[in-house]
Protein backbone atom coordinates (compact mmCIF):
# COMPACT_ATOMS: atom_id res chain seq x y z
CA UNK A 1 0.00 0.00 0.00
CA UNK A 2 1.29 3.46 -0.75
CA UNK A 3 2.32 5.36 2.02
CA UNK A 4 3.01 9.59 2.85
CA UNK A 5 6.87 9.38 3.90
CA UNK A 6 7.95 12.68 4.87
CA UNK A 7 12.10 13.03 5.52
CA UNK A 8 13.62 16.35 7.12
CA UNK A 9 17.22 17.54 7.26
CA UNK A 10 18.94 19.16 9.65
CA UNK A 11 19.25 23.09 8.86
CA UNK A 12 22.54 24.78 8.59
CA UNK A 13 23.54 27.76 10.11
CA UNK A 14 23.98 30.16 7.22
CA UNK A 15 27.35 32.01 8.89
CA UNK A 16 29.69 30.73 6.33
CA UNK A 17 29.06 28.84 2.83
CA UNK A 18 28.59 25.12 2.50
CA UNK A 19 31.31 22.34 2.92
CA UNK A 20 31.12 18.83 2.37
CA UNK A 21 30.35 17.71 5.74
CA UNK A 22 26.45 19.72 5.06
CA UNK A 23 25.95 17.01 2.05
CA UNK A 24 25.54 14.39 4.47
CA UNK A 25 22.26 14.71 5.25
CA UNK A 26 20.93 15.98 1.74
CA UNK A 27 22.29 12.62 0.30
CA UNK A 28 21.22 10.27 2.75
CA UNK A 29 17.56 12.09 3.10
CA UNK A 30 17.59 12.08 -1.12
CA UNK A 31 18.70 8.29 -1.33
CA UNK A 32 15.67 7.35 1.54
CA UNK A 33 13.21 9.40 -0.24
CA UNK A 34 14.12 8.16 -3.97
CA UNK A 35 13.92 4.36 -2.52
CA UNK A 36 10.54 5.40 -1.45
CA UNK A 37 9.74 6.45 -4.34
CA UNK A 38 10.71 3.79 -5.96
CA UNK A 39 8.56 1.46 -4.17
CA UNK A 40 5.63 3.61 -5.26
CA UNK A 41 5.27 5.85 -2.08
CA UNK A 42 4.75 9.83 -1.83
CA UNK A 43 7.80 11.76 -0.41
CA UNK A 44 8.13 15.00 0.75
CA UNK A 45 11.78 16.03 1.49
CA UNK A 46 12.45 19.45 3.66
CA UNK A 47 15.38 21.27 3.55
CA UNK A 48 16.10 24.88 4.79
CA UNK A 49 18.44 27.40 6.56
CA UNK A 50 18.73 28.15 10.11
CA UNK A 51 19.33 32.14 10.04
CA UNK A 52 18.73 33.80 13.59
CA UNK A 53 21.90 33.91 16.60
CA UNK A 54 24.72 35.65 17.16
CA UNK A 55 27.19 34.26 14.95
CA UNK A 56 25.66 34.61 11.65
CA UNK A 57 24.80 38.51 13.05
CA UNK A 58 28.12 38.41 14.07
CA UNK A 59 29.55 37.81 11.21
CA UNK A 60 27.51 40.38 9.02
CA UNK A 61 28.29 43.02 11.51
CA UNK A 62 32.17 41.69 10.58
CA UNK A 63 31.50 41.57 6.76
CA UNK A 64 29.36 45.05 7.10
CA UNK A 65 26.83 44.26 5.33
CA UNK A 66 22.73 44.22 6.74
CA UNK A 67 22.10 41.01 8.19
CA UNK A 68 18.96 39.90 6.23
CA UNK A 69 21.08 40.83 2.99
CA UNK A 70 23.94 38.61 4.12
CA UNK A 71 21.96 35.58 4.85
CA UNK A 72 19.76 36.53 2.18
CA UNK A 73 22.89 35.40 -0.22
CA UNK A 74 24.27 32.75 1.98
CA UNK A 75 20.93 30.74 1.67
CA UNK A 76 21.28 31.35 -1.79
CA UNK A 77 24.09 29.17 -1.34
CA UNK A 78 23.15 26.43 0.16
CA UNK A 79 20.23 25.66 -2.07
CA UNK A 80 22.28 25.91 -5.51
CA UNK A 81 24.61 23.29 -3.59
CA UNK A 82 21.74 21.09 -2.96
CA UNK A 83 20.67 21.12 -6.34
CA UNK A 84 24.34 20.66 -7.59
CA UNK A 85 23.91 17.48 -5.06
CA UNK A 86 21.48 16.62 -7.16
CA UNK A 87 19.26 16.37 -4.41
CA UNK A 88 15.24 16.49 -5.11
CA UNK A 89 13.69 18.40 -1.63
CA UNK A 90 10.27 19.55 -2.11
CA UNK A 91 9.70 22.28 0.55
CA UNK A 92 12.62 25.48 1.79
CA UNK A 93 11.97 26.98 5.09
CA UNK A 94 13.83 29.89 6.28
CA UNK A 95 13.45 30.71 9.72
CA UNK A 96 13.73 34.33 8.76
CA UNK A 97 10.79 34.08 6.51
CA UNK A 98 7.79 35.93 8.63
CA UNK A 99 5.40 32.96 7.73
CA UNK A 100 7.63 30.75 9.82
CA UNK A 101 8.61 33.95 12.46
CA UNK A 102 5.03 33.41 13.02
CA UNK A 103 4.48 30.16 13.51
CA UNK A 104 6.88 29.85 16.09
CA UNK A 105 5.41 32.46 17.99
CA UNK A 106 2.42 30.34 17.82
CA UNK A 107 4.30 27.00 19.42
CA UNK A 108 6.03 28.97 21.76
CA UNK A 109 1.74 29.77 22.75
CA UNK A 110 0.87 26.71 22.42
CA UNK A 111 3.96 25.40 25.04
CA UNK A 112 3.07 28.00 27.58
CA UNK A 113 1.87 25.56 30.16
CA UNK A 114 5.63 24.12 30.24
CA UNK A 115 7.48 27.21 30.39
CA UNK A 116 8.48 29.46 33.67
CA UNK A 117 10.92 32.11 33.82
CA UNK A 118 13.57 31.98 35.66
CA UNK A 119 17.17 33.10 36.91
CA UNK A 120 20.39 31.43 34.40
CA UNK A 121 23.18 31.87 35.84
CA UNK A 122 26.38 29.66 34.14
CA UNK A 123 28.40 28.91 30.65
CA UNK A 124 27.10 29.38 27.07
CA UNK A 125 28.95 28.11 24.19
CA UNK A 126 28.60 30.37 21.23
CA UNK A 127 29.59 28.64 18.66
CA UNK A 128 27.27 25.17 19.49
CA UNK A 129 24.55 28.12 20.55
CA UNK A 130 23.98 25.50 23.81
CA UNK A 131 24.05 26.23 27.43
CA UNK A 132 26.44 23.88 29.44
CA UNK A 133 26.23 22.18 32.25
CA UNK A 134 28.87 22.63 34.77
CA UNK A 135 29.96 18.80 34.54
CA UNK A 136 30.66 19.45 30.93
CA UNK A 137 32.50 22.77 31.83
CA UNK A 138 34.63 21.06 34.62
CA UNK A 139 35.64 18.09 31.97
CA UNK A 140 36.50 20.13 28.67
CA UNK A 141 38.42 22.71 30.78
CA UNK A 142 36.23 25.44 29.97
CA UNK A 143 36.87 25.16 26.43
CA UNK A 144 34.55 24.01 23.81
CA UNK A 145 36.52 20.82 22.08
CA UNK A 146 34.67 21.41 18.81
CA UNK A 147 34.79 24.97 18.51
CA UNK A 148 38.00 25.48 20.65
CA UNK A 149 36.53 28.65 22.23
CA UNK A 150 36.45 29.61 26.13
CA UNK A 151 32.25 28.98 26.90
CA UNK A 152 31.19 32.33 28.23
CA UNK A 153 29.69 32.94 31.56
CA UNK A 154 26.14 33.99 31.58
CA UNK A 155 23.90 35.48 34.21
CA UNK A 156 20.71 36.02 32.86
CA UNK A 157 16.77 35.87 33.15
CA UNK A 158 15.24 33.64 31.01
CA UNK A 159 12.60 31.63 29.68
CA UNK A 160 12.34 28.06 30.46
CA UNK A 161 11.31 25.17 29.03
CA UNK A 162 10.22 22.20 31.74
CA UNK A 163 11.64 19.18 30.33
CA UNK A 164 11.46 17.10 33.36
CA UNK A 165 8.00 16.72 32.47
CA UNK A 166 8.02 15.20 29.40
CA UNK A 167 11.32 12.88 30.64
CA UNK A 168 9.56 9.67 31.37
CA UNK A 169 7.95 9.57 28.28
CA UNK A 170 10.73 10.11 25.93
CA UNK A 171 12.62 7.25 28.00
CA UNK A 172 10.01 5.34 27.30
CA UNK A 173 9.28 5.99 23.29
CA UNK A 174 13.33 5.56 22.86
CA UNK A 175 13.27 2.10 24.90
CA UNK A 176 9.93 1.07 22.98
CA UNK A 177 11.82 2.08 19.80
CA UNK A 178 8.37 4.21 18.87
CA UNK A 179 11.00 7.09 18.43
CA UNK A 180 13.74 4.84 16.91
CA UNK A 181 17.32 6.16 17.43
CA UNK A 182 19.89 5.24 14.39
CA UNK A 183 22.58 3.93 14.83
CA UNK A 184 21.46 2.08 17.88
CA UNK A 185 24.88 2.00 19.78
CA UNK A 186 23.69 6.19 20.41
CA UNK A 187 20.66 5.29 22.11
CA UNK A 188 22.74 4.84 25.71
CA UNK A 189 24.40 7.60 25.12
CA UNK A 190 21.12 9.28 24.89
CA UNK A 191 19.39 7.99 27.66
CA UNK A 192 22.02 8.75 30.04
CA UNK A 193 21.95 12.96 28.82
CA UNK A 194 18.46 12.26 29.21
CA UNK A 195 18.70 11.70 32.71
CA UNK A 196 20.98 14.60 33.30
CA UNK A 197 18.90 17.17 31.53
CA UNK A 198 17.97 19.77 33.69
CA UNK A 199 15.24 21.86 32.26
CA UNK A 200 16.55 23.93 29.13
CA UNK A 201 16.49 27.81 28.82
CA UNK A 202 14.95 28.60 25.81
CA UNK A 203 15.11 32.33 25.35
CA UNK A 204 18.15 34.90 26.37
CA UNK A 205 17.22 38.96 26.91
CA UNK A 206 16.94 41.02 23.57
CA UNK A 207 20.17 42.86 24.30
CA UNK A 208 22.08 39.29 24.14
CA UNK A 209 20.29 38.28 21.48
CA UNK A 210 19.22 41.11 19.06
CA UNK A 211 19.24 38.31 15.73
CA UNK A 212 15.97 36.34 16.76
CA UNK A 213 12.48 35.68 17.07
CA UNK A 214 10.63 37.93 19.54
CA UNK A 215 9.29 36.32 22.63
CA UNK A 216 5.18 36.37 22.19
CA UNK A 217 3.53 39.07 24.92
CA UNK A 218 7.75 39.61 26.25
CA UNK A 219 9.76 42.52 24.21
CA UNK A 220 12.80 41.96 26.24
CA UNK A 221 13.19 38.49 25.75
CA UNK A 222 14.23 36.87 22.28
CA UNK A 223 13.87 32.96 21.37
CA UNK A 224 16.66 30.31 21.67
CA UNK A 225 17.84 29.84 18.81
CA UNK A 226 16.93 25.75 18.62
CA UNK A 227 12.97 26.40 19.62
CA UNK A 228 13.31 28.31 16.54
CA UNK A 229 14.98 26.66 14.19
CA UNK A 230 13.81 22.81 15.59
CA UNK A 231 9.78 24.26 14.77
CA UNK A 232 10.83 24.45 11.04
CA UNK A 233 10.37 20.61 10.60
CA UNK A 234 6.79 21.35 11.34
CA UNK A 235 6.21 24.87 10.17
CA UNK A 236 7.42 24.44 6.76
CA UNK A 237 4.10 21.93 6.48
CA UNK A 238 2.12 24.71 7.60
CA UNK A 239 1.64 23.98 11.50
CA UNK A 240 -0.42 24.77 13.33
CA UNK A 241 -2.96 26.60 10.42
CA UNK A 242 -2.48 23.77 8.89
CA UNK A 243 -3.58 20.15 9.88
CA UNK A 244 -0.07 17.81 9.45
CA UNK A 245 -1.11 14.73 9.61
CA UNK A 246 -0.81 13.65 6.50
CA UNK A 247 2.71 14.03 6.41
CA UNK A 248 3.61 13.99 10.11
CA UNK A 249 5.30 12.26 12.38
CA UNK A 250 7.98 12.37 9.79
CA UNK A 251 9.38 8.45 8.45
CA UNK A 252 13.06 9.77 9.27
CA UNK A 253 14.98 12.76 10.25
CA UNK A 254 18.65 13.06 9.16
CA UNK A 255 20.85 14.60 11.45
CA UNK A 256 24.79 14.92 12.14
CA UNK A 257 25.51 13.13 15.33
CA UNK A 258 26.73 16.35 17.01
CA UNK A 259 22.94 17.66 16.98
CA UNK A 260 21.44 14.53 17.91
CA UNK A 261 20.95 15.62 21.49
CA UNK A 262 18.82 18.33 20.63
CA UNK A 263 16.68 15.99 18.01
CA UNK A 264 16.25 13.69 20.59
CA UNK A 265 15.78 15.34 23.68
CA UNK A 266 14.46 19.21 23.35
CA UNK A 267 12.75 18.26 20.23
CA UNK A 268 10.29 15.13 21.34
CA UNK A 269 9.65 17.18 24.82
CA UNK A 270 8.60 20.24 22.26
CA UNK A 271 6.17 17.81 20.31
CA UNK A 272 4.77 16.17 23.38
CA UNK A 273 4.00 19.59 24.46
CA UNK A 274 1.88 20.11 21.53
CA UNK A 275 0.18 16.91 21.92
CA UNK A 276 1.83 16.11 18.37
CA UNK A 277 3.43 12.31 17.45
CA UNK A 278 7.22 11.86 17.79
CA UNK A 279 9.33 11.27 14.74
CA UNK A 280 9.38 7.47 13.75
CA UNK A 281 13.25 7.29 13.29
CA UNK A 282 16.15 9.88 14.16
CA UNK A 283 18.65 8.70 11.67
CA UNK A 284 22.15 10.12 12.99
CA UNK A 285 25.13 10.39 10.75
CA UNK A 286 29.18 10.57 11.53
CA UNK A 287 31.12 13.31 10.58
CA UNK A 288 33.35 13.71 7.35
CA UNK A 289 36.99 14.19 8.16
CA UNK A 290 39.49 15.47 6.47
CA UNK A 291 43.07 14.59 7.62
CA UNK A 292 41.78 12.18 10.24
CA UNK A 293 40.42 15.70 11.82
CA UNK A 294 36.99 17.25 12.20
CA UNK A 295 36.55 20.00 9.31
CA UNK A 296 37.41 23.61 10.64
CA UNK A 297 38.45 26.59 9.45
CA UNK A 298 40.69 27.06 11.79
CA UNK A 299 42.70 24.08 11.19
CA UNK A 300 42.20 24.80 7.66
CA UNK A 301 41.18 21.41 6.24
CA UNK A 302 37.71 22.48 4.70
CA UNK A 303 36.64 20.95 1.36
CA UNK A 304 35.15 22.94 -0.96
CA UNK A 305 32.25 21.19 -2.43
CA UNK A 306 31.81 22.87 -5.58
CA UNK A 307 35.52 22.78 -6.55
CA UNK A 308 34.94 18.40 -6.12
CA UNK A 309 31.43 18.75 -8.15
CA UNK A 310 32.93 20.84 -10.74
CA UNK A 311 36.08 18.49 -11.36
CA UNK A 312 34.14 15.15 -10.83
CA UNK A 313 30.31 15.47 -11.13
CA UNK A 314 27.31 14.92 -8.94
CA UNK A 315 27.11 10.96 -9.41
CA UNK A 316 30.84 11.01 -8.67
CA UNK A 317 30.13 13.05 -5.83
CA UNK A 318 27.12 10.86 -4.82
CA UNK A 319 29.22 7.99 -4.89
CA UNK A 320 32.38 8.61 -2.92
CA UNK A 321 30.24 10.28 -0.19
CA UNK A 322 27.38 7.58 -0.24
CA UNK A 323 29.66 4.33 -0.38
CA UNK A 324 32.67 5.27 1.25
CA UNK A 325 31.55 7.77 3.61
CA UNK A 326 29.82 5.51 6.69
CA UNK A 327 26.18 6.11 7.22
CA UNK A 328 26.16 6.17 10.64
CA UNK A 329 30.34 6.24 11.79
CA UNK A 330 33.03 8.99 10.98
CA UNK A 331 34.99 8.72 8.06
CA UNK A 332 37.95 10.14 6.28
CA UNK A 333 37.76 11.97 2.94
CA UNK A 334 40.78 12.30 0.97
CA UNK A 335 41.28 13.49 -2.95
CA UNK A 336 43.80 10.36 -3.59
CA UNK A 337 41.10 7.96 -1.75
CA UNK A 338 37.81 9.83 -3.75
CA UNK A 339 40.34 9.94 -6.84
CA UNK A 340 41.01 5.67 -6.20
CA UNK A 341 37.08 5.30 -6.20
CA UNK A 342 36.51 7.17 -9.56
CA UNK A 343 38.87 5.11 -11.76
CA UNK A 344 39.17 1.80 -10.16
CA UNK A 345 35.47 1.86 -9.16
CA UNK A 346 33.07 4.02 -11.37
CA UNK A 347 35.22 4.10 -14.37
CA UNK A 348 36.69 0.13 -14.16
CA UNK A 349 33.35 -1.68 -12.81
CA UNK A 350 30.77 0.24 -13.58
CA UNK A 351 31.31 2.42 -16.61
CA UNK A 352 33.41 -0.86 -18.26
CA UNK A 353 30.69 -2.91 -17.65
CA UNK A 354 28.02 -0.78 -19.42
CA UNK A 355 29.94 -0.32 -22.19
CA UNK A 356 31.30 -3.88 -22.80
CA UNK A 357 28.01 -5.36 -22.31
CA UNK A 358 26.48 -3.04 -24.74
CA UNK A 359 28.57 -3.33 -27.29
CA UNK A 360 28.54 -6.62 -27.05
CA UNK A 361 24.87 -6.90 -26.89
CA UNK A 362 24.60 -4.46 -29.96
CA UNK A 363 26.83 -6.23 -32.25
CA UNK A 364 24.90 -9.86 -31.47
CA UNK A 365 21.25 -7.46 -31.80
CA UNK A 366 20.22 -8.65 -28.74
CA UNK A 367 17.36 -7.19 -26.81
CA UNK A 368 14.42 -8.02 -24.73
CA UNK A 369 10.97 -8.43 -26.32
CA UNK A 370 9.18 -7.82 -23.46
CA UNK A 371 10.76 -5.58 -20.47
CA UNK A 372 10.99 -8.12 -17.61
CA UNK A 373 9.11 -7.21 -14.99
CA UNK A 374 12.19 -5.99 -11.70
CA UNK A 375 12.15 -7.46 -8.13
CA UNK A 376 14.50 -6.09 -5.88
CA UNK A 377 16.64 -8.24 -3.91
CA UNK A 378 15.53 -9.10 -0.55
CA UNK A 379 18.65 -8.16 1.22
CA UNK A 380 18.74 -4.90 -0.70
CA UNK A 381 15.07 -3.69 0.12
CA UNK A 382 16.22 -4.54 4.15
CA UNK A 383 19.43 -2.65 4.12
CA UNK A 384 17.38 0.67 2.83
CA UNK A 385 14.05 -0.38 5.18
CA UNK A 386 16.87 0.09 7.87
CA UNK A 387 18.38 2.90 6.89
CA UNK A 388 21.88 1.23 5.87
CA UNK A 389 22.72 2.98 2.90
CA UNK A 390 26.25 2.37 2.50
CA UNK A 391 25.52 -1.42 3.31
CA UNK A 392 22.74 -1.30 0.68
CA UNK A 393 25.29 0.18 -2.27
CA UNK A 394 28.09 -2.58 -1.25
CA UNK A 395 25.44 -4.63 -2.06
CA UNK A 396 24.55 -3.75 -5.33
CA UNK A 397 28.54 -3.26 -6.34
CA UNK A 398 29.05 -7.12 -5.31
CA UNK A 399 26.32 -7.44 -8.24
CA UNK A 400 28.33 -5.35 -10.02
CA UNK A 401 31.40 -6.98 -9.29
CA UNK A 402 29.34 -10.15 -9.98
CA UNK A 403 28.77 -9.01 -13.61
CA UNK A 404 32.07 -8.60 -14.72
CA UNK A 405 33.04 -11.86 -13.24
CA UNK A 406 30.25 -13.91 -15.00
CA UNK A 407 31.51 -12.13 -18.75
CA UNK A 408 34.99 -12.82 -17.75
CA UNK A 409 34.41 -16.53 -17.19
CA UNK A 410 32.03 -17.16 -19.79
CA UNK A 411 33.53 -15.09 -22.34
CA UNK A 412 30.20 -14.52 -24.61
CA UNK A 413 32.70 -13.00 -27.33
CA UNK A 414 33.87 -16.67 -27.82
CA UNK A 415 30.20 -17.82 -28.06
CA UNK A 416 29.57 -15.52 -30.52
CA UNK A 417 32.97 -16.45 -32.43
CA UNK A 418 32.04 -20.06 -32.52
CA UNK A 419 28.42 -19.60 -33.36
CA UNK A 420 26.91 -20.81 -30.28
CA UNK A 421 24.01 -18.97 -30.23
CA UNK A 422 21.94 -20.41 -27.63
CA UNK A 423 24.46 -20.05 -25.26
CA UNK A 424 25.14 -16.96 -25.93
CA UNK A 425 21.70 -15.87 -26.00
CA UNK A 426 21.35 -17.67 -22.21
CA UNK A 427 24.02 -15.76 -21.01
CA UNK A 428 23.66 -12.28 -22.19
CA UNK A 429 19.72 -12.76 -21.24
CA UNK A 430 21.19 -13.30 -17.36
CA UNK A 431 23.50 -10.66 -17.54
CA UNK A 432 21.26 -7.64 -19.13
CA UNK A 433 19.03 -8.75 -16.71
CA UNK A 434 21.15 -8.37 -13.98
CA UNK A 435 22.14 -4.97 -15.13
CA UNK A 436 18.16 -4.27 -14.91
CA UNK A 437 18.10 -5.08 -11.58
CA UNK A 438 21.37 -3.16 -10.68
CA UNK A 439 20.17 -0.09 -12.18
CA UNK A 440 16.90 -0.03 -10.21
CA UNK A 441 18.62 -0.58 -7.44
CA UNK A 442 21.21 2.37 -8.34
CA UNK A 443 18.57 5.00 -8.78
CA UNK A 444 18.41 6.27 -5.30
CA UNK A 445 22.44 6.70 -5.15
CA UNK A 446 23.50 7.68 -9.01
CA UNK A 447 20.33 8.92 -10.27
CA UNK A 448 21.54 10.45 -13.46
CA UNK A 449 23.55 7.27 -14.14
CA UNK A 450 20.77 4.54 -13.32
CA UNK A 451 19.20 6.60 -16.05
CA UNK A 452 21.19 6.48 -18.49
CA UNK A 453 22.18 2.89 -17.61
CA UNK A 454 17.99 2.33 -17.95
CA UNK A 455 17.94 3.53 -21.50
CA UNK A 456 20.64 1.91 -22.74
CA UNK A 457 19.19 -1.41 -22.25
CA UNK A 458 15.53 -1.02 -22.80
CA UNK A 459 14.78 -1.66 -26.48
CA UNK A 460 17.09 -1.77 -29.00
CA UNK A 461 20.49 -2.05 -27.12
CA UNK A 462 23.56 0.72 -27.91
CA UNK A 463 26.58 1.23 -26.28
CA UNK A 464 26.68 4.75 -24.89
CA UNK A 465 28.04 7.30 -26.83
CA UNK A 466 30.41 8.70 -24.11
CA UNK A 467 32.09 6.30 -21.27
CA UNK A 468 29.73 6.78 -18.51
CA UNK A 469 32.92 7.75 -16.20
CA UNK A 470 35.78 8.88 -18.64
CA UNK A 471 39.03 8.11 -16.21
CA UNK A 472 40.99 11.49 -15.38
N1 LIG B 1 21.65 24.89 12.62
C1 LIG B 1 21.92 23.68 13.30
C2 LIG B 1 20.91 22.61 12.95
C3 LIG B 1 19.49 22.95 13.26
S1 LIG B 1 18.42 21.65 12.80
C4 LIG B 1 16.95 22.06 13.48
C5 LIG B 1 23.32 23.19 12.91
N2 LIG B 1 23.83 23.69 11.79
S2 LIG B 1 25.27 23.24 11.18
O1 LIG B 1 25.46 24.06 10.03
O2 LIG B 1 26.27 23.30 12.19
O3 LIG B 1 25.11 21.74 10.78
C6 LIG B 1 24.13 21.35 9.84
C7 LIG B 1 24.23 19.86 9.56
O4 LIG B 1 25.49 19.55 8.96
C8 LIG B 1 24.18 19.01 10.85
O5 LIG B 1 23.45 17.81 10.63
C9 LIG B 1 25.64 18.69 11.11
O6 LIG B 1 25.83 17.51 11.84
C10 LIG B 1 26.12 18.53 9.67
N3 LIG B 1 27.56 18.68 9.58
C11 LIG B 1 28.32 19.78 9.83
N4 LIG B 1 29.63 19.46 9.67
C12 LIG B 1 29.74 18.14 9.30
C13 LIG B 1 30.78 17.29 8.95
N5 LIG B 1 32.03 17.66 8.94
N6 LIG B 1 30.43 16.03 8.58
C14 LIG B 1 29.14 15.58 8.52
N7 LIG B 1 28.14 16.37 8.85
C15 LIG B 1 28.40 17.64 9.26
O7 LIG B 1 23.84 22.35 13.60
Redesign the pocket.
Known amino acids: MSEKIYIT?????VNGVP???????YLLADVCGRYYESIGDTVRIQAGT?EHGNKIFQKAKELGLPTQEYVDKNAKKFQDFISRLGVEYTDFVRTTDPKHEKRVQEIWTRMKDYIYLSKYEGWYCTGC?RFITDKEYEENNGVCPDHQKSYEKLVEENYYFRISDFKERIRKAILSREMLILPEFREKEILRLLDESPDVSISRPREQLTWGVPVPGDDTQVMY??ID??S??ITVLGYPEKDISDFWPACAQ??????LR??AII?PAMLLALGLPLPKTLVS?????SNGQ??SKSIGNVIDPIEVLDKHGTDAFRYFFLRHIDTFADSDYTSEKFEDAYNNELANDLGNLVQRLATMCSKNNFMFDDEPAIVFPDEYSELMNEFKFKEAFDFVWTKVQAANKKIDDKKPWILAKENRLDELDEVLTELVLDLKVVSQMLLPFLPETANKIIEVFAGKIEPPKEPLFPKK
Open positions: TAIPYHVGHAMDDEVWALNYFVGKDIFHWHGMVLKM
